[in-house]
C-alpha cells in the first residue's frame, strides 16, 4: 500500500513563494513516477509538473514559477513554487504512478494540502 502525505500548503501574499512536500511510504521510491496536481473550487484537478527519474515536465500555466525535484534517499518529492498569483490558489496534490509487471499503471494520491494566494 503505498501513502502519500502532503505538507507544506497555507496562505501567502502573491509574488511569494511556498515549497510543498510529499514523502511517499514506498519501498522503492526512485521506481515511481512522481508529480503534483491541484484542484480549484468549481474546477477539474489538473496537472502541474512531474518527475520521472531527472526529466521534468510542467504545465505551461506554471512554467518558470515552479519547480520540482525529488530526493530518492528521503522518499520525498518536492514542489517549489514562486511568484505565486491567486489563481495559482487551490489544493494541491501529490501523485504517485508506477507501471506494473502487465504494462499497467497504478496511481496513488495524497490527502492535499490547501495553499491560498491573497491579492
Known amino acids: 500500500q503505498v501513502q502519500l502525505v502532503e505538507s507544506g500548503g497555507g496562505l501567502v501574499q502573491a509574488g511569494g513563494s511556498l515549497r510543498l512536500t510529499c514523502a511517499a511510504s514506498?519501498?522503492?521510491?526512485?521506481?515511481?513516477?512522481m508529480g503534483w496536481f491541484r484542484q480549484a473550487p468549481g474546477k477539474e484537478r489538473e496537472f502541474i509538473a512531474s518527475?520521472?527519474?531527472?526529466?521534468?515536465y510542467f504545465a505551461e500555466s506554471v512554467k518558470g514559477r515552479f519547480a520540482i525535484s525529488r530526493d530518492n534517499a528521503k522518499n520525498t518529492v518536492y514542489l517549489q513554487m514562486n511568484s505565486l498569483k491567486p489563481e495559482d490558489t487551490a489544493v494541491y496534490y501529490c501523485?504517485?504512478?508506477?507501471?506494473?509487471?502487465?504494462?499497467?499503471?497504478?496511481?496513488?494520491w495524497g490527502q492535499g494540502t490547501q495553499v491560498t494566494v491573497s491579492s
Open positions: 501523485n504517485a504512478g508506477i507501471v506494473t509487471h502487465s504494462g499497467r499503471w497504478n496511481y496513488y
Open positions: 514506498v519501498r522503492t521510491f526512485s521506481r515511481y513516477f
Open positions: 518527475i520521472a527519474w531527472t526529466s521534468t
